[in-house]
């Protein structure tokens, strides 16, 4: 099997290894808040990609890696205060966040900018809302 994905690079012996999950700008893993973890169709189960933000320079980065090269940044304390998507689930304080209800909200602009008139373009967004333990509360469309 061969990857193809750019993410990987030639490890030797005929395997391939992710990137380093690191900054490429500072050099470093100690800023990094990592964003989700992604389960990779057709890759070792091992495999996942990752999206993380360095928050000393503010770079984005979205590749593969190693579980095991990730597991040391996800265990420092400093990645429990924000959402992490992993997978299918979101976690905020290192605990998986559950489903609280739903909530329908109507958005709406005017037709025009020139007409003062109260005819208005409506849409309707169904979401579902997330709660943690702490408190934290958010909602993401259906």
Do not use: W
């Amino acid at each position: 099997m061969s990857f193809g994905f750019h993410g990987f690079r030639h490890g030797g012996g005929g395997r391939h290894r992710g990137l380093p999950v690191m900054c490429g700008n500072c050099g470093t893993d100690r800023h990094l808040i990592i964003r989700s973890v992604v389960d990779m169709p057709g890759q070792p189960a091992d495999v996942v990609l990752v999206s993380y933000t360095c928050n000393r320079c503010g770079t984005f980065s979205e590749h593969p890696a190693h579980v095991p090269d990730l597991s040391m940044i996800l265990a420092r304390p400093e990645q429990a205060g924000d959402v992490l998507i992993f997978g299918d689930h979101y976690m905020h304080c290192g605990q998986p966040m559950k489903r609280a209800g739903s909530e329908l909200h109507k958005l709406s602009a005017p037709l025009s900018t020139e007409d003062t008139a109260e005819d208005t373009l409506g849409v309707y967004l169904s979401t579902r809302v997330l709660r943690c333990d702490c408190g934290f509360q958010m909602e993401l469309p259906e």
